[in-house]
């Protein structure tokens, strides 16, 4: 069955360092790549998503990147905030086409950033 | 516009009892999903409807689980027989239809059987 696996949290950063979140994922077809995030206090949303090999999804400065041969999609961001203290899930879709695209998400991993 | 909102936002109950926790998904979308998730892990897939069927019930646990949406809009989450083991966020989402891979989320109901 399909699965995606995080890496360990929490992470910890300063303000303006780099992030990386990695995740690799195991699926068949061809799954499309999503990462969520929660606020404090808040409900899931979607952050940025791709829907075939070499796609890059980008938002809010966020970026991933959907790598087949790797099967990844790790988040980046150049500079972070303190306001992106969340946390952060990875989650894939079935690719089959007409079915459903019930979500298959990671164990999220907690992001706090020091001012 | 409004979202996708779950009632109650909060429900204790006691070990055997009934609850019945409800979604509802933004206006127009036809495809409601429902997931539950533990402390510390990510949300885990229970059902899916598209319109007023279940497509996909695969996630549910055990029959003490039943979800219904009768007239395509609402829906109820129902557990029989609590266990302690149930507590958990049950988050609902919603899509525009099944091909649309863009899932809404509601704040979710946390509920603690004791």
């Known amino acids: 069955g399909n699965s995606v696996t995080q890496m360990e949290g929490p992470v910890t950063l300063s303000e303006e360092a780099f992030l990386t979140i990695n995740c690799t994922y195991t699926a068949t077809g061809y799954p499309s790549l999503f990462w969520y995030v929660q606020y404090p206090g808040e409900g899931l949303q979607l952050l940025l998503k791709a829907t075939k090999a070499d796609d890059k999804g980008s938002n809010k400065g966020f970026e991933a990147t959907y790598r087949k041969e790797t099967t990844s999609f790790h988040l980046e961001k150049g500079s972070v905030q303190v306001s992106d203290s969340a946390v952060y899930f990875c989650a894939l879709s079935d690719g089959l086409t007409g079915a459903n695209s019930k979500l298959t998400f990671g164990k999220g991993i907690t992001l706090s950033v020091r001012p | 516009g409004a979202g996708v909102s779950q009632t109650p936002s909060n429900k204790v109950t006691e070990k055997g009892k009934y609850v019945e926790l409800r979604c509802d998904p933004i206006?127009?979308?036809?495809?409601l999903y429902w997931y539950r998730q533990s402390l510390g892990q990510g949300p885990e897939f229970l059902i899916y409807f598209q319109g007023t069927g279940a497509a996909d019930d695969s996630g549910l646990p055990n029959d003490r689980f039943f979800a219904v949406r009768p007239e395509g809009s609402v829906s109820t989450l129902k557990i029989q027989r609590t266990e302690r083991g149930d507590s958990a966020v049950y988050l609902c989402?919603?899509?525009?239809?099944?091909?649309?891979?863009?899932?809404?989320f509601g704040p979710g109901t946390r509920l603690t059987v004791l």
């Open positions: 989402a919603s899509s525009l239809n099944e091909q649309d891979n863009e899932q809404f």
């Open positions: 206006s127009g979308h036809t495809a």
